[in-house]
């Protein structure tokens, strides 16, 4: 070793001394650092815990509430629809009544239709409508409609009306 001069030999105690020193204050700093920085991360993670358990309280209360409205709606449209179902069989009813008035005041008998294939005149209708009237003249094409399609076109298109209404219905 090399030997120190006699006059520096009392600093070199002192200067141990305070290296000594700021070796334990630095020590102390960062255990100090580290000790807050764990709290604040402990905050940290209450806080957001915290705020999480209102995020999920808050995010149900709205599930439940978007549920009831959509119920609420739900049952708006299904009374909407057993109305429009309703008024569907009344009207449909009273259609397929017309529609049979119409199938027993215009039936054409078999012969008549044959007759009028033929060549020659049209023959009478059975029913009180068209009995003793020239609806389009002598020389009239004959078109003939049996009372199953005509049945089937009223049912459809009271149906269709029916949906059209109701769809127009939905948005007030």
Known sequence: MIPLPATL?????????????????????IDSLRASHKADAANVRREYAL???????KSTQALIAQ???????EQKWKEKAD??????????AAANAAAERYI??????RQAVDRGA????????Q??????????GAEADLV??????????????????????WALGLNP
């Not at 600093?11 to 700021?22: K, N, R």
């Not at 003939?144 to 209404?165: Q, Y």
Request: proline content about 1%.
């Open 9 to 29: 030999r009392p600093y070199l105690l002192g200067a141990a001394g305070i290296a000594i020193l700021a070796a334990a204050i630095w020590v102390w700093r």
């Open 51 to 57: 705020f999480r358990e209102q995020v999920e309280a």
């Open 67 to 73: 549920k009831a409205v959509n119920a609420a709606q």
């Open 83 to 92: 109305v429009a179902d309703q008024k569907h069989e009344t009207e449909l």
């Open 104 to 109: 027993r005041d215009n039936r054409l008998l």
């Open 118 to 125: 033929s060549g020659e005149a049209g023959g009478a209708a």
């Open 127 to 136: 029913g009180d409508g068209a009995q003793g009237s020239d609806r389009s």
């Open 144 to 165: 003939a409609v049996t009372a199953d399609d005509v049945r089937i076109c009223t049912e459809n298109t009271r149906r269709l009306i029916d949906v059209r209404d």
